[in-house]
């Protein structure tokens, strides 16, 4: 198998952590987003929607969506629950993290580290800045019951969302408000195989 992507973004370091926790490896391509790589013809064929990360298997087929990669990675492993209804929570998590977490806190966080917080985006990245906020109390509201988000073991939800949580100060953060977010950062942190994202 063959990963494409950028290793300062969460949503490839999820992968990356995931490859190590589970003891896989996996040839791994930078790409550059910032010198327009994804937009280059020869990505475009492996994925007309040019983003990254991507999986290419051995076979020529691909997957993108950093979740789904992350589903064919783990799949029949302990980090996909067997019963539907956590599995459910599982997806109900991602979804979360996709569409409430990573919007506002990604975003705000590409703005600054990748763009170097220009003035005529300080308004965009101050926008985020609220709808952040309200994910981080949704994870501190189920983390001040559960030590993971499914419970008392690591998931796949917990991955997808670490990614971007555990450096959501580089996109205006602060978690200090936060004790079972820290808490979770930490447990995740210990698990054996974590490695730290690249800056």
Same mark, same amino acid.
């Given at each position: ?5 950028? *290793?300062?973004? #969460?949503?490839?370091?999820?992968? %990356? ?19 327009? =790589? ?11 929607? #040019? ?22 990675? +783990? ?9 539907? !209804? ?7 998590? %991602?979804?979360?993290?996709? !569409? ?7 975003? &705000? ?5 990748? $763009? /170097? ?5 300080? &308004?965009?990245? =101050?926008?985020?800045?609220?709808? /952040?906020?309200?994910?981080?109390? @949704?994870?501190?509201?189920? $983390? ?6 499914? /419970? ?11 990614? !971007?949580?555990? @450096? &959501? ?7 200090? +408000? !936060? ?6 950062? %930490?447990?995740?942190?210990?698990? *054996? ?5 690249? &800056?």
């Amino acid at each position: 198998m063959r990963i494409y992507g950028d *290793k300062r973004s #969460g949503n490839c370091y999820k992968i %990356q952590l995931l490859l190590s926790l589970l003891g896989k490896s996996c040839e791994w391509v930078d790409v550059d987003i910032m010198k327009g =790589e994804t937009r280059a013809p020869s990505f475009l064929e492996k994925t007309p929607n #040019g983003k990254i990360p991507l999986l290419e298997l051995d076979d020529g087929r691909v997957l993108s969506e950093s979740n789904a990669i992350m589903h064919y990675i +783990a799949c029949n492993s302990p980090y996909v629950p067997s019963s539907p !209804y956590h599995f459910s929570q599982l997806l109900q998590w %991602q979804f979360f993290e996709q !569409y409430s977490h990573e919007p506002y806190i990604a975003v &705000a966080r590409y703005i600054n580290v990748y $763009l /170097g917080l220009p003035e005529d985006k300080k &308004a965009e990245y =101050e926008s985020k800045q609220a709808g /952040g906020y309200r994910s981080l109390a @949704v994870m501190e509201h189920q $983390l001040n019951l559960t030590p993971y988000l499914l /419970g008392d073991s690591i998931s796949l939800a917990d991955i997808s969302l670490f990614a !971007y949580t555990h @450096v &959501a100060n580089e996109g205006g953060f602060d978690l200090s +408000a !936060y004790p079972a977010i820290r808490n979770w950062i %930490q447990l995740i942190k210990e698990q *054996k195989g974590f490695i730290p994202m690249k &800056a």
